[in-house]
């Protein structure tokens, strides 16, 4: 889980995400720590303001597993970069 490293990247703390969110910051706490229903996950999501998958994964280890195809003939690497606009 990432929710703890996304919070530190947007400086707000557990108890703010909380509050945002309606509940109390041990209710949270023990949600993020524990397992983590689908619901609660995407509530939480929501307020950070971020895709859910990025609760999971960040999007460098996205991008490094988009990065490289390999070729179903020859099975070499194939190399590919994403150009955003």
């Known amino acids: 889980m990432r929710i703890k490293e996304i919070l530190k990247e947007k400086g707000i703390t557990l108890s703010q995400l909380a509050d945002t969110?309606?509940?109390?910051?041990?209710?949270?706490?023990?949600?993020?720590?524990?397992?983590?229903?689908?619901?609660?996950?995407?509530?939480?999501?929501?307020?950070?303001?971020?895709?859910?998958?990025?609760?999971?994964?960040?999007?460098e280890e996205v991008q490094k597993e988009n990065s490289a195809?390999?070729?179903?003939?020859?099975?070499n690497s194939i190399k590919v970069t994403i150009i955003k606009e």
């Open 21 to 59: 969110m309606g509940v109390s910051r041990q209710a949270l706490s023990r949600q993020v720590a524990g397992k983590l229903l689908v619901e609660k996950a995407e509530e939480i999501a929501n307020a950070l303001n971020v895709p859910m998958w990025q609760l999971f994964v960040s999007p």
């Open 69 to 75: 195809i390999v070729c179903p003939h020859c099975g």
